[in-house]
């Protein structure tokens, strides 16, 4: 895919949901859920498919695990054959973490194995400079098409102001950038400092699991200029997925109005319950691997709810919370789209 095209079509609009690890009951990757679950993403409509990000679990880069290129690979090469004669291109994301020499490595790989983009986290980087951050990011974008990345300093990123953004926008290779502090005065810096650098090509999306249908809604207006963050590329998307791309096709017509209706205010925040239920917010996000693993488990597209830590696990009252959410907001969950075609991709 031409850089051009990819530009196009993130700037379009697309939900990108971040692939979960699959585990056994041994703790073992079982490659018969994780192609399940692929193949749920790819037949809920989704736009791109996120790969080695948080949602992932940083852990699968250590040498215990070793799982970083092997599930790079196999994603790719699923994602590739269910897609196999049609003619929908579903982005390849590469998560890309640590210091220049791992973050690089890791964007070799991702391009050899197909991917077109690379979201850098840098989590490793959180006590270094601006200077220091963006030389980093603009190595990496020598290599791979970059989509920055915003990560909320409770799962481990770092405040980073609208000069660091500003100048980040500046760099050629960018494409996009995540947008999740969960803060709205951060989330507006990245917006004004995109807009006023006049990077229309670079797209924007919500990383807010927080606030993700008041986040696409907005007119973002700087400078007397307006625009939308463009879509989502969410944990949250990772769970009840193909109503999210409904919601997201919702969201892109509603905004060719010229007023909003009421009713998305109140499903914004039903979405921003659900997800606290999901992310265990109430606990300060300690359950939010095993969250979205709980939903797909009961689902059954995922085997257990493991994480490679063997102390992740659902926090007290979390699988309660659950309860509640889907009982209160069944327009949310995609139970019936996942039971009619589960048994096809759950085979060889």
């Known amino acids: 895919m031409e850089i051009s095209e990819m530009r ?10 971040a692939l979960p690890l699959a585990l056994d009951h041994a703790r073992q990757w079982s490659q018969r859920h994780q192609r399940a679950v692929l193949r749920y993403y790819l037949d809920a409509g989704v736009g791109g498919i ?25 994603a790719a090469r699923e994602m590739d054959a269910w897609l196999n004669g049609q003619s929908r291109p579903v982005l390849k994301i590469a998560g890309l973490c640590g210091q220049t020499d791992q973050a690089l490595a890791e964007a070799t790989q991702a391009v050899n194995y197909g991917y077109q983009a690379g979201l850098l986290s840098l989590a490793a980087l959180n006590e270094a400079p601006v200077d220091t951050l963006l030389a ?12 920055g990345f915003y990560l909320q300093p409770a799962v481990g990123g770092r405040v980073l102001p609208y000069a660091f953004w500003r100048r980040f926008a500046e760099i050629e290779n960018v494409v996009a950038v995540k947008i999740a502090p969960f803060n709205r005065y951060q989330t507006f ?14 797209a924007l999306y919500t990383g807010n699991d927080d606030n993700i249908i008041a986040d696409l809604l907005t007119p973002w207006r700087v400078n007397g200029q307006q625009r939308f963050i463009d879509g ?32 998305w205010l109140a499903r914004n925040i039903a979405y921003t319950d659900a ?4 992310f265990d917010a109430a606990n300060g996000y300690r359950g939010v691997l095993c969250g979205i693993h709980e939903v797909l488990r009961r689902q059954g597209l995922l085997e257990t709810i493991h994480g490679l830590d063997p102390a992740q696990t659902l926090s007290p009252g979390q699988a309660q919370e659950l309860n509640r959410v889907c009982g209160a907001y069944p327009w949310l969950c995609d139970d019936e789209f996942v039971a009619t075609h589960r048994d096809r991709w759950l085979s060889d």
């Open 275 to 278: 997800n606290s239920a999901v």
């Open 50 to 74: 996120a790969v080695g990000v948080h949602s992932t679990q940083f852990e699968i880069r250590a040498p215990q695990h070793a799982l970083f290129a092997p599930l790079l690979d196999f």
């Open 232 to 263: 989502g590329l969410l944990g949250q998307f990772g769970v009840w997925t193909q109503r999210a791309v409904e919601l997201l096709e919702e969201i892109k017509t509603v905004r060719q109005q010229d007023a909003i209706p009421r009713d």
């Open 136 to 147: 980093h990011c603009a190595t990496i974008a020598q290599t791979i098409p970059l989509i």
């Open 8 to 17: 196009s079509r993130l700037l379009a609009g697309l939900a990108i949901p």
């Open 189 to 202: 810096d990245v917006v004004r400092a995109i807009m006023e650098a006049g990077r229309d090509d670079v």
